[in-house]
């Protein structure tokens, strides 16, 4: 079993940032992949960003793409995501989730294995 704790949420003014982190434990962390997923009030989970198992390749949602930055620490099981120019669009419970296997498609939630409980980030505008 894989344990996720997620943390560093807030309220932020429109422009703002904010960097999660989601502290792993209960297997290697190198053995996984990490992404990043949120959901709106009243809308679907979605995906936001992933990160390889060795940090050498990370992807993106066109809507964050250019703002946000997804890495991996794995001397200390944490993800980060650093969010930067934050918009009121981007209000949402993030999640951080975990995947043991290898995708056929990173965007889909039903590819990750483990789930954390979610942080609350919410942009004032």
């Known amino acids: 079993q894989v344990q996720l704790v997620e943390s560093g949420g807030g309220l932020v003014q429109a422009g703002g940032s904010l960097r999660l982190s989601c502290a792993a434990s209960?297997?290697?962390?190198?053995?996984?992949?990490m992404g990043w997923f949120r959901q709106a009030p009243g809308k679907e989970r979605v995906f936001v960003a992933r990160?390889?198992?060795?940090?050498?390749?990370?992807y993106y949602a066109d809507s964050v793409k250019g703002r946000f930055t997804i890495s991996r620490d794995n001397a200390k099981n944490t993800v980060y995501l650093q969010m930067n120019s934050l918009k009121s669009e981007d209000t949402a419970v993030y999640y951080c989730?975990?995947?043991?296997?290898?995708?056929?498609?990173?965007?889909?939630?039903?590819?990750?294995?483990?789930w954390g409980q979610g942080t609350q980030v919410t942009v004032s505008s």
């Open positions: 209960g297997r290697t962390f190198s053995d996984l992949a």
């Open positions: 990160i390889r198992r060795s940090g050498s390749r990370t």
């Open positions: 989730a975990a995947d043991v296997g290898y995708y056929r498609d990173y965007t889909d939630q039903s590819e990750y294995d483990y």
